[in-house]
Antibody, heavy 121, light 105 residues
């Protein structure tokens, strides 16, 4: 059974840092691109970042570029999101999600339960 | 790429046929996915590549479209279908979601 379990969320002050983790199991983690998607309270989904299976390709949404860093450790079946210089508008539930990617399409077929990040003074 | 869904919300009854539209700001060929999200839960993939039904998803869900005009249809709304639906493009490396369509009773 595919499982994605996020951890590391919490309450931080503006300007502080936080590192999210996502532990994957039930599939060959090293074969899949992985993503972070967030959802602010009462708002819609926002794609945040992606990393390819071997970390060759990394992308960010513009609002987090230069502040967030996505990474993965295939030996530990883990995905990470280092978040620096946090702002109030980064407050959200952060989901880890797997990209099922085929030769001609891609999408997010498995999601974690999410971890809440609250940025407030 | 901006994704615009319409309507933002709709009211429907069990058994109704429901249609949700998604329009990207540029052509995305068929790189379009649909997700369902219920309150407090993670999203669930319904449709990928514009019209392919994800495994385990009921056949009352269907997707059509290409380029800049896409549609998600629920042929006969069931009680468990009351949720928020999102489209998402995977054409560009920086993915984007629509703002969501809430389907209410």
């Amino acid at each position: 059974e595919v499982q994605l379990v996020e951890s590391g969320g919490g309450l931080v002050k503006p300007g502080e840092s936080l590192r999210l983790s996502c532990a994957a199991s039930g599939f060959t983690f090293s074969s899949y691109s992985m993503n972070w998607v967030r959802q602010a309270p009462g708002k819609g989904l926002e794609w945040v970042s992606s990393v390819s299976s071997t970390s060759t390709y990394i992308y960010y949404t513009q609002s987090v570029k230069g502040r967030f860093t996505i990474s993965r450790d295939n030996a530990k079946n883990s995905l990470y999101l280092q978040m620096n210089s946090l702002r109030a508008e980064d407050t959200a539930v952060y989901y880890c999600a797997r990209d099922f990617q085929t030769y001609d399409t891609s999408g997010l077929d498995y999601w974690g339960q999410g971890t809440l990040v609250t940025v407030s003074s | 790429i901006q994704m615009t869904q319409s309507p933002s919300s709709l009211s429907a009854s069990v058994g109704d046929r429901v249609t949700i539209t998604c329009r990207p700001s540029q052509s995305i060929r068929t790189y379009l996915n649909w997700y369902q999200q219920k309150p407090g839960k993670a999203p669930k993939l319904l449709i990928y590549a514009a019209s392919s039904l994800q495994s385990g998803v009921p056949s009352r869900f269907s997707g059509t479209g290409s380029g800049t005009d896409f549609t998600l249809t629920i042929s006969s709304l069931q009680p468990e279908d009351f949720a928020t639906y999102y489209c998402q493009q995977s054409y560009s490396p920086r993915w984007t979601f629509g703002q969501g369509t809430k389907v209410e009773i």
